[in-house]
């Protein structure tokens, strides 16, 4: 079962990784965690979704990730 935060705001990093030389995949995550009981201030992602297919650059990739962002969660970053 996920622990994710339900809140009004919503924590989602896009990053854009290269697996293999010259295809670039982006990635969403969402946080996880703010920390431990102990107070200590680490962020935990989980993926939310990723590209399924390689970009050619990881500028395509990012804009890719980009869209797949604004589709989600609209171009005022409230899910739609």
Not at 10 to 21: G, K, P, Q, S
Not at 50 to 74: E, Q
Request: net charge negative; glycine share 8%.
């Amino acid at each position: 079962m996920s622990h994710l935060r339900m809140s009004p705001t919503r924590n989602i990093a896009l990053t854009v990784h290269e697996l293999e030389v010259g295809e670039f995949y982006w990635v969403l995550m969402e946080e996880a965690a703010d920390g431990d009981a102990a107070g200590d201030q680490r962020h935990v992602y989980l993926p939310l979704e990723a590209a399924h297919d390689p970009y050619a650059s990881y500028s395509n990739a990012l804009v890719a990730g980009v869209a797949v962002m604004r589709r989600l969660f609209g171009a005022e970053g409230k899910p739609g």
